[in-house]
Nanobody, 118 residues
Framework: QVQLVESGGGLVQAGGSLGLSCTASGSISRITTMGWYRQAPGKQRELVATITNGGSPNYVDSVKGRFIISGDNAKNTVYLQMDSLKPDDTAVYFC????????????WGQGTQVTVSS
């Protein structure tokens, strides 16, 4: 039973920083991609950032230059460093792992609330 546990959410003022982490426990096959999604009330869930097991990152345009994604495949952990936070960043953030050898499977964290006050 694979579980993804997130930590690091909270309340910060605009312009502040916050770091998120997510670690997968249990038996998980080879991880190909790790990432973060977010969803605000009344809005569609959107992809924030992903990183491949080779270390190639990808970001949604709205967070480029402010967020940095990193991962540690040996520890089954993905991180998201968020700087220069804006009120529009307020959302529930979900970590995401895609893993498998030839048949890929997606795993999701429970979500952690990030609130940025103005």
């Amino acid at each position: 039973q694979v579980q993804l546990v997130e930590s690091g959410g909270g309340l910060v003022q605009a312009g502040g920083s916050l770091g998120l982490s997510c670690t997968a426990s249990g038996s998980i096959s080879r991880i190909t991609t790790m990432g973060w999604y977010r969803q605000a009330p009344g809005k569609q869930r959107e992809l924030v950032a992903t990183i491949t097991n080779g270390g190639s990152p990808n970001y949604v345009d709205s967070v480029k230059g402010r967020f940095i994604i990193s991962g540690d495949n040996a520890k089954n952990t993905v991180y998201l460093q968020m700087d220069s936070l804006k009120p529009d960043d307020t959302a529930v953030y979900f970590c995401y792992f895609r893993a498998g050898i030839f048949s890929l499977r997606d795993y999701w964290g429970q979500g952690t609330q990030v609130t940025v006050s103005s």
